[in-house]
């Protein structure tokens, strides 16, 4: 039987279930990623981020977990758009702090990335950034991702205001962010023991 996870060192990728929901929870309520990424207080239960995290307005889905040791340490969505906008995906991309700087952020973005590309055909992916959220405009820009636009007082921050910019990466661009020999074989083995739900999700099969 294929496995339903990638492993990394001792790391283990795979899709997005049910029991990941305190994990996630964690991590969407953990300070660095409130000041660095979010624009929400803090979520009361896992229903109350379920709701949201499941609300997010997409044809179809890919979401994964970064787990160690049996913890939730980050974790990457692909949503993409219908219509006249099925050329297009959003992403969202997250790491708990302690486990930042270990390449977990660059691993599940090439994750994102090949599946954006092999497997749905994208040609365009974007996501918004906190303009004084350096670390992650470095890592955006390692693969490709370029600055389109800026939106003043985005969040408020205290008494503060903080800016944020919408980054984008295009794949018309032969030389643009291609996964790389070690994720693309991975990523096809789980993606061949995942299936789409009845809501666009890739799931473990």
Known sequence: MASKSIRKDDLIFRPRGAQDDRG?????NEENFLHNASVRAPFASCAEMRIWLDGIAAAKRFEIVAVSNGEIVGFAGLYTMADAQSHLGWVILGVRKTFQGRGIGAALMHML?????????????QLT???DNQAAMRL???FGFEIEGRHRRFVRRGADFV?????ALLFDDGEAARPDAETL??????????????????VAA
Request: charged share 25%; glycine share 4%.
């Open 140 to 142: 955006y820009r390692k």
């Open 113 to 125: 990335i090949a599946t954006a590309r092999v497997f749905v055909g994208l040609q365009r992916l």
């Open 163 to 167: 800016d944020a910019f919408t980054m």
């Open 24 to 28: 996630l929870l964690e991590l969407f």
């Open 185 to 202: 074989p991975q990523l096809r083995r789980a993606r061949a023991a995942s299936s789409l739900d009845h809501r666009g999700r890739w």
């Open 129 to 131: 950034v906190f303009s």
